[in-house]
Protein backbone atom coordinates (compact mmCIF):
# COMPACT_ATOMS: atom_id res chain seq x y z
CA UNK A 1 0.00 0.00 0.00
CA UNK A 2 1.50 3.22 -1.21
CA UNK A 3 1.88 6.47 1.09
CA UNK A 4 -1.45 8.15 -0.75
CA UNK A 5 -3.83 5.29 0.43
CA UNK A 6 -2.77 5.69 3.49
CA UNK A 7 -3.20 9.04 4.27
CA UNK A 8 -6.77 8.38 2.76
CA UNK A 9 -7.88 5.50 5.07
CA UNK A 10 -6.74 7.75 8.01
CA UNK A 11 -8.80 10.86 6.88
CA UNK A 12 -11.77 8.52 6.56
CA UNK A 13 -10.89 7.32 10.06
CA UNK A 14 -10.93 10.82 11.42
CA UNK A 15 -14.34 11.71 9.63
CA UNK A 16 -16.33 8.96 10.71
CA UNK A 17 -15.24 8.28 14.54
CA UNK A 18 -17.77 9.82 16.82
CA UNK A 19 -17.27 13.41 18.83
CA UNK A 20 -16.76 12.79 22.50
CA UNK A 21 -19.37 15.04 24.24
CA UNK A 22 -18.16 18.17 26.07
CA UNK A 23 -17.40 17.98 29.91
CA UNK A 24 -20.08 18.86 32.28
CA UNK A 25 -19.74 22.45 33.76
CA UNK A 26 -21.03 23.26 36.97
CA UNK A 27 -23.82 24.86 36.38
CA UNK A 28 -25.49 21.82 34.46
CA UNK A 29 -24.43 19.48 37.40
CA UNK A 30 -26.24 21.97 39.82
CA UNK A 31 -29.24 22.87 37.65
CA UNK A 32 -30.95 26.27 37.57
CA UNK A 33 -30.04 28.49 40.30
CA UNK A 34 -32.34 28.04 43.18
CA UNK A 35 -34.96 31.12 44.11
CA UNK A 36 -35.01 31.67 39.91
CA UNK A 37 -38.40 31.64 38.58
CA UNK A 38 -39.32 29.98 34.73
CA UNK A 39 -40.90 32.89 32.97
CA UNK A 40 -44.00 30.88 32.31
CA UNK A 41 -44.23 30.85 36.26
CA UNK A 42 -44.68 34.47 36.55
CA UNK A 43 -48.27 34.83 34.64
CA UNK A 44 -49.80 32.35 37.09
CA UNK A 45 -48.01 34.22 40.37
CA UNK A 46 -49.73 37.22 38.89
CA UNK A 47 -52.79 36.06 38.45
CA UNK A 48 -53.06 34.24 41.45
CA UNK A 49 -52.14 37.90 42.98
CA UNK A 50 -54.56 39.48 41.80
CA UNK A 51 -57.33 37.25 42.33
CA UNK A 52 -56.50 37.45 45.98
CA UNK A 53 -56.53 41.52 45.71
CA UNK A 54 -59.67 41.03 43.73
CA UNK A 55 -60.87 38.97 46.76
CA UNK A 56 -59.77 41.27 49.18
CA UNK A 57 -61.66 44.36 47.60
CA UNK A 58 -64.45 43.01 46.80
CA UNK A 59 -65.37 40.95 49.96
CA UNK A 60 -63.03 41.67 53.21
CA UNK A 61 -63.09 46.08 52.44
CA UNK A 62 -66.27 46.51 52.58
CA UNK A 63 -66.92 44.19 55.47
CA UNK A 64 -64.42 46.44 57.55
CA UNK A 65 -65.56 49.26 56.32
CA UNK A 66 -69.28 48.74 57.07
CA UNK A 67 -68.12 47.67 60.76
CA UNK A 68 -65.54 50.39 61.26
CA UNK A 69 -68.87 52.63 60.32
CA UNK A 70 -70.82 51.42 62.57
CA UNK A 71 -68.26 51.86 65.58
CA UNK A 72 -67.32 55.24 64.50
CA UNK A 73 -71.29 56.33 64.63
CA UNK A 74 -71.64 54.58 68.21
CA UNK A 75 -68.45 56.58 69.50
CA UNK A 76 -70.40 59.64 68.07
CA UNK A 77 -73.43 58.85 69.44
CA UNK A 78 -72.09 58.17 73.18
CA UNK A 79 -69.72 60.95 73.61
CA UNK A 80 -71.06 64.10 71.18
CA UNK A 81 -74.35 63.53 71.61
CA UNK A 82 -75.38 61.65 75.24
CA UNK A 83 -74.75 63.73 78.28
CA UNK A 84 -72.53 62.30 80.67
CA UNK A 85 -75.48 61.64 83.05
CA UNK A 86 -77.63 60.06 80.16
CA UNK A 87 -74.49 57.92 78.61
CA UNK A 88 -75.29 55.12 80.41
CA UNK A 89 -78.22 54.51 77.89
CA UNK A 90 -75.64 54.11 74.87
CA UNK A 91 -72.50 52.75 76.87
CA UNK A 92 -69.16 52.84 74.28
CA UNK A 93 -68.13 49.30 72.56
CA UNK A 94 -65.02 49.28 74.75
CA UNK A 95 -67.26 49.46 77.75
CA UNK A 96 -69.45 46.37 76.53
CA UNK A 97 -66.89 44.90 75.33
CA UNK A 98 -64.55 45.01 78.55
CA UNK A 99 -67.37 44.10 80.94
CA UNK A 100 -69.34 41.52 79.35
CA UNK A 101 -66.78 39.24 77.26
CA UNK A 102 -64.11 38.92 80.18
CA UNK A 103 -66.84 38.06 82.70
CA UNK A 104 -67.83 34.58 83.03
CA UNK A 105 -70.62 35.43 85.16
CA UNK A 106 -72.47 37.10 82.10
CA UNK A 107 -71.11 35.50 78.98
CA UNK A 108 -71.68 31.21 80.28
CA UNK A 109 -75.21 32.01 80.61
CA UNK A 110 -75.60 34.32 77.40
CA UNK A 111 -73.95 31.77 75.15
CA UNK A 112 -75.98 28.93 76.80
CA UNK A 113 -79.05 30.77 75.63
CA UNK A 114 -78.03 31.23 72.13
CA UNK A 115 -76.80 28.21 71.70
CA UNK A 116 -80.60 27.37 73.02
CA UNK A 117 -82.12 29.90 70.39
CA UNK A 118 -79.56 28.16 67.73
CA UNK A 119 -81.46 25.40 68.25
CA UNK A 120 -84.95 26.88 68.20
CA UNK A 121 -84.16 28.37 64.88
CA UNK A 122 -82.50 25.31 63.26
CA UNK A 123 -85.51 23.14 63.79
CA UNK A 124 -87.74 25.74 62.91
CA UNK A 125 -86.50 26.27 59.59
CA UNK A 126 -86.07 22.85 59.02
CA UNK A 127 -90.15 22.63 59.58
CA UNK A 128 -91.16 25.77 57.53
CA UNK A 129 -88.88 24.02 54.68
CA UNK A 130 -90.60 20.87 54.43
CA UNK A 131 -93.84 22.46 54.94
CA UNK A 132 -93.41 25.33 52.58
CA UNK A 133 -92.08 22.89 50.27
CA UNK A 134 -94.81 20.18 50.38
CA UNK A 135 -97.29 23.33 50.63
CA UNK A 136 -96.36 24.54 47.48
CA UNK A 137 -95.99 21.28 45.46
CA UNK A 138 -99.67 20.51 46.52
CA UNK A 139 -100.63 23.85 44.62
CA UNK A 140 -98.62 23.69 41.72
CA UNK A 141 -99.95 20.22 40.61
CA UNK A 142 -103.48 20.99 41.28
CA UNK A 143 -105.43 24.50 40.60
CA UNK A 144 -108.31 23.76 42.90
CA UNK A 145 -105.66 22.79 46.00
CA UNK A 146 -103.85 26.56 44.92
CA UNK A 147 -107.24 28.09 45.35
CA UNK A 148 -108.16 26.50 48.60
CA UNK A 149 -104.51 26.92 50.39
CA UNK A 150 -103.03 30.15 49.14
CA UNK A 151 -105.18 32.35 51.44
CA UNK A 152 -104.19 30.28 54.31
CA UNK A 153 -100.50 31.07 53.53
CA UNK A 154 -101.24 34.50 53.08
CA UNK A 155 -103.22 34.85 56.48
CA UNK A 156 -100.09 33.24 57.92
CA UNK A 157 -97.86 35.95 56.56
CA UNK A 158 -100.09 39.09 57.42
CA UNK A 159 -101.78 37.86 60.88
CA UNK A 160 -99.37 40.07 63.35
CA UNK A 161 -97.44 37.20 65.14
CA UNK A 162 -98.02 39.00 68.50
CA UNK A 163 -101.97 38.65 67.85
CA UNK A 164 -101.10 34.28 68.22
CA UNK A 165 -98.65 34.19 70.57
CA UNK A 166 -100.85 34.27 73.74
CA UNK A 167 -103.25 31.33 71.61
CA UNK A 168 -99.93 29.46 71.02
CA UNK A 169 -98.81 29.67 74.49
CA UNK A 170 -102.13 28.54 76.03
CA UNK A 171 -102.21 25.34 73.25
CA UNK A 172 -98.86 24.20 73.27
CA UNK A 173 -97.26 25.65 76.79
CA UNK A 174 -94.47 28.33 76.72
CA UNK A 175 -91.58 26.04 76.44
CA UNK A 176 -89.54 24.73 73.53
CA UNK A 177 -92.56 23.32 71.58
CA UNK A 178 -93.79 26.77 71.30
CA UNK A 179 -91.01 28.54 70.25
CA UNK A 180 -90.37 26.43 67.12
CA UNK A 181 -94.24 27.07 66.41
CA UNK A 182 -93.61 31.09 66.26
CA UNK A 183 -90.64 30.44 64.06
CA UNK A 184 -92.43 28.08 61.65
CA UNK A 185 -95.16 30.79 60.83
CA UNK A 186 -92.62 33.20 60.69
CA UNK A 187 -90.74 31.56 58.38
CA UNK A 188 -92.87 29.82 56.63
CA UNK A 189 -94.16 32.09 53.94
CA UNK A 190 -91.12 32.73 51.74
CA UNK A 191 -90.51 29.04 50.96
CA UNK A 192 -94.62 29.10 50.31
CA UNK A 193 -94.51 31.74 47.88
CA UNK A 194 -90.92 31.02 46.28
CA UNK A 195 -91.02 27.53 45.70
CA UNK A 196 -94.44 27.82 43.69
CA UNK A 197 -92.98 30.82 41.73
CA UNK A 198 -90.50 28.19 40.63
CA UNK A 199 -92.42 25.55 40.22
CA UNK A 200 -94.48 27.51 37.83
CA UNK A 201 -91.58 28.98 36.28
CA UNK A 202 -91.02 26.43 33.53
CA UNK A 203 -92.18 27.21 30.03
CA UNK A 204 -94.90 26.16 28.26
CA UNK A 205 -92.83 24.89 25.20
CA UNK A 206 -90.99 22.75 27.76
CA UNK A 207 -94.13 21.42 29.06
CA UNK A 208 -95.62 20.75 25.98
CA UNK A 209 -92.18 18.49 24.91
CA UNK A 210 -93.24 16.71 28.25
CA UNK A 211 -96.56 16.03 27.34
CA UNK A 212 -95.63 14.89 23.38
CA UNK A 213 -93.26 12.02 25.09
CA UNK A 214 -96.50 11.51 27.54
CA UNK A 215 -94.54 12.51 31.07
CA UNK A 216 -96.56 11.17 33.85
CA UNK A 217 -97.21 14.06 36.55
CA UNK A 218 -94.22 12.72 39.05
CA UNK A 219 -91.94 12.53 35.90
CA UNK A 220 -93.10 16.49 35.20
CA UNK A 221 -92.69 17.55 38.59
CA UNK A 222 -89.35 15.81 39.48
CA UNK A 223 -87.10 16.54 35.85
CA UNK A 224 -89.26 19.45 34.87
CA UNK A 225 -90.41 21.94 37.27
CA UNK A 226 -87.92 20.99 40.64
CA UNK A 227 -84.97 21.80 38.26
CA UNK A 228 -86.69 25.05 36.96
CA UNK A 229 -87.46 26.25 40.49
CA UNK A 230 -84.11 25.89 42.16
CA UNK A 231 -83.48 29.84 41.92
CA UNK A 232 -86.25 30.11 43.40
CA UNK A 233 -86.30 27.63 46.21
CA UNK A 234 -82.67 28.69 47.32
CA UNK A 235 -83.78 32.38 46.86
CA UNK A 236 -86.94 31.47 49.80
CA UNK A 237 -84.26 29.26 52.01
CA UNK A 238 -82.46 32.50 52.32
CA UNK A 239 -85.18 34.40 53.22
CA UNK A 240 -86.42 31.94 55.61
CA UNK A 241 -83.36 31.45 57.55
CA UNK A 242 -82.99 35.26 58.31
CA UNK A 243 -86.68 34.85 59.19
CA UNK A 244 -86.16 31.86 61.30
CA UNK A 245 -83.74 33.71 63.50
CA UNK A 246 -86.17 36.16 64.15
CA UNK A 247 -89.02 34.03 64.93
CA UNK A 248 -86.52 32.79 67.74
CA UNK A 249 -86.09 35.94 69.21
CA UNK A 250 -89.95 36.73 69.63
CA UNK A 251 -90.64 32.96 70.56
CA UNK A 252 -87.75 33.53 73.42
CA UNK A 253 -89.20 36.97 74.45
CA UNK A 254 -92.40 35.78 74.93
CA UNK A 255 -92.06 32.16 76.25
CA UNK A 256 -90.27 31.88 79.57
CA UNK A 257 -90.48 28.50 80.57
CA UNK A 258 -87.52 25.92 79.77
CA UNK A 259 -84.04 26.67 78.95
CA UNK A 260 -83.82 30.45 78.39
CA UNK A 261 -82.82 31.45 74.96
CA UNK A 262 -81.25 34.85 73.93
CA UNK A 263 -84.55 36.55 73.49
CA UNK A 264 -85.18 36.28 77.30
CA UNK A 265 -82.36 37.39 78.28
CA UNK A 266 -82.52 40.25 76.08
CA UNK A 267 -85.83 40.93 78.08
CA UNK A 268 -83.86 40.26 81.51
CA UNK A 269 -81.83 42.85 80.79
CA UNK A 270 -84.11 45.05 79.39
CA UNK A 271 -86.19 45.10 82.16
CA UNK A 272 -83.22 45.50 84.73
CA UNK A 273 -81.91 48.40 82.68
CA UNK A 274 -78.66 46.20 82.31
CA UNK A 275 -76.91 47.83 79.39
CA UNK A 276 -73.71 46.09 79.01
CA UNK A 277 -74.69 42.98 78.96
CA UNK A 278 -77.95 43.79 76.97
CA UNK A 279 -75.76 45.52 73.81
CA UNK A 280 -73.78 42.15 73.94
CA UNK A 281 -76.55 39.76 74.02
CA UNK A 282 -78.17 42.81 70.57
CA UNK A 283 -74.81 41.64 69.43
CA UNK A 284 -74.95 38.00 69.53
CA UNK A 285 -77.76 37.98 68.32
CA UNK A 286 -77.01 40.28 65.19
CA UNK A 287 -73.85 38.04 64.43
CA UNK A 288 -75.96 34.73 64.61
CA UNK A 289 -78.47 36.37 61.81
CA UNK A 290 -75.74 36.97 60.18
CA UNK A 291 -74.01 33.92 60.19
CA UNK A 292 -77.51 32.10 58.89
CA UNK A 293 -78.12 34.08 56.37
CA UNK A 294 -74.31 34.07 54.95
CA UNK A 295 -74.31 30.42 55.25
CA UNK A 296 -77.45 30.05 53.03
CA UNK A 297 -76.57 33.06 51.00
CA UNK A 298 -73.00 30.78 50.11
CA UNK A 299 -74.88 27.30 49.54
CA UNK A 300 -77.33 29.20 46.93
CA UNK A 301 -74.40 30.97 44.94
CA UNK A 302 -72.26 27.61 45.23
CA UNK A 303 -75.43 25.24 43.96
CA UNK A 304 -77.18 27.56 41.72
CA UNK A 305 -74.31 28.67 40.15
CA UNK A 306 -73.02 25.44 39.40
CA UNK A 307 -76.51 23.81 38.35
CA UNK A 308 -76.84 26.65 35.86
CA UNK A 309 -73.30 27.48 35.06
CA UNK A 310 -73.06 31.15 36.32
CA UNK A 311 -72.28 33.27 38.70
CA UNK A 312 -74.79 34.72 41.08
CA UNK A 313 -73.89 37.64 43.03
Avoid at 220 to 226: A, D, G, S, V
Avoid at 241 to 266: E, K, R, Y
Wanted: aromatic fraction near 8%; charged fraction near 15%.
Amino acid sequence: MSSLDVERAAGATTDTAPTAPAPATGTDLVGPTPGTARPADAPDRVSRTGAALRVLRDKVLPVVAALAGLVAIWYAVTYLLLDADRRFLLPPPHDVVGNTVTNANVMDPMLDALGQSVAVALVGLVVAVAIGMGWAVLMSQWGFVEKVLYPYAVILQTVPILALTPLIGIWMGYGFNARIVVCVIIAVFPMISNTLFGLQSASQEAHDLFTLNKASRAQRLLKLQFPAAVPAIFTGLRNAAGLSVIGTIVGDFFFQQGSPGIGSLLRVYTLRLNMDPLFMAIILTALFGVAVFSVFAALDRAVVGRWYGTRRR
